[in-house]
């Protein structure tokens, strides 16, 4: 099992990705559905967070890009990260699939502001899984927090299967995620696409938010220039001279992680000036704000020095995780595009 990696993950912030639980609270009314076993099944489109048959949080679009150019050339399989938090929600381990709060919060957090950013030229679909509860990621104790991570991983593994069987129909793939849905990108790369015949499917994947290590993926590069197919995208964001606990560790131990620059789209270690940011989607959803963040690689991570948007003097951390995508979120729409186009002139 994957070693755990602690994250400032999931606080209320500048972002938005978590707004606030009466929001939440609100918004879970519309989720009456209930398992009778407890266990996904993705024949029903409630146990989607996002699907093509439903109109569901990952079709917006942000007002100023209503009028682009849209498609569904492919499909995007988009697994969401950590959104069961509470604390005193921990003995449970995994998430219950019919959790009114957790889907509300899910949908209207992460489908939301990151599975959008896909959507210009791909179907997205993104299933509702137990995920393991945030605690696990700092949990001493790894035999349950692998058996919390596995039972997530199922359930993943399940709706992938399903898409496959049910919806794909040899279209070509794009795997996005972030945090622990990385996480579970990684393995389904490993399961799926490395030396499979699905690997000639992949526009690519976005395993935001996750540590990639050059040795977990053997045959599936990382991807080095804008346009390249076939290849995983990865990143994690901090403040410029900033590593996390984990990522001092990983360094320490000598581990030799991948990055993708989101904004050159290159591995170069090469400083990239924020001008070349084209704007992040925040808590408004409908306002992009431009060249809000720089970004340079360095020490298996992404480095910006600190963000620049209204308000953004009160923001004191120097972990921006929450941010990954969202930081980079019409760079990201717009990489999405260009890769598409790469693998339909290779087709």
């Not at 790894?142 to 040899?170: K, T």
Request: hydrophobic share 35%.
């Amino acid at each position: 099992m994957t070693r755990f990696y602690p994250f400032l993950i999931l606080f209320v912030g500048f972002l938005g990705i978590q707004a606030c639980s009466d929001q939440y609270q609100s918004y879970s009314s519309k989720y009456t559905f209930r398992s009778d076993t407890g266990v996904p099944d993705y024949s029903n489109l409630d146990h989607w967070a996002a699907h093509p048959w439903k109109k569901d949080p990952s079709d917006s679009i942000p007002a100023p890009l209503r009028t682009e150019e849209r498609d569904t050339i492919a499909d995007v399989f988009f697994i969401h990260p950590t959104t069961f938090t509470k604390k005193e929600d921990f003995a449970r381990s995994n998430a219950a699939i019919d959790d009114p709060y957790i889907n509300a919060k899910t949908d209207y957090s992460t489908i939301l502001l990151q599975a959008s950013a896909f959507n210009q030229y791909g179907r997205v679909f993104a299933p509702r899984y137990r995920q393991a509860h945030i605690g696990n990621f700092y949990s001493a104790d790894s035999v349950s927090a692998s058996r919390a991570l596995a039972l997530a991983y199922q359930d993943v593994r399940n709706a992938f299967i399903y898409y496959l069987e049910h919806y794909n129909n040899g279209r070509p793939i794009i795997l996005a995620s972030h945090s622990q849905g990385a996480l579970h990108t990684i393995w389904l790369l490993k399961e799926f696409f490395e030396e499979k015949p699905l690997r000639k499917q992949l526009v690519a994947a976005y395993a935001v938010g996750w540590p990639l290590q050059m040795k977990t993926l053997t045959t599936i590069p990382v991807c080095a220039t804008p346009e390249q197919t076939g290849c995983v995208c990865s990143w994690r964001t901090f403040k410029t001279g900033y590593l996390s606990p984990g990522v001092t560790k990983e360094n320490a131990r000598g581990d030799s992680v991948l990055v993708t620059n989101p904004i050159s789209w290159t591995t170069e270690n090469k400083f990239v000036e924020r001008t070349n940011n084209k704007g992040a989607v925040l808590t408004k959803f409908n306002k992009i704000f431009p060249t809000p963040a720089d970004a340079q690689i360095s020490n298996g991570v992404l480095f910006t020095k600190k963000p620049t948007f209204p308000w953004s003097f009160l923001y004191k951390t120097s972990n921006y995780h929450i941010g990954d995508i969202n930081l980079y979120y019409i760079n990201v729409r717009d990489n999405v595009a260009t890769r598409i186009r790469a693998f339909q002139q290779s087709k």
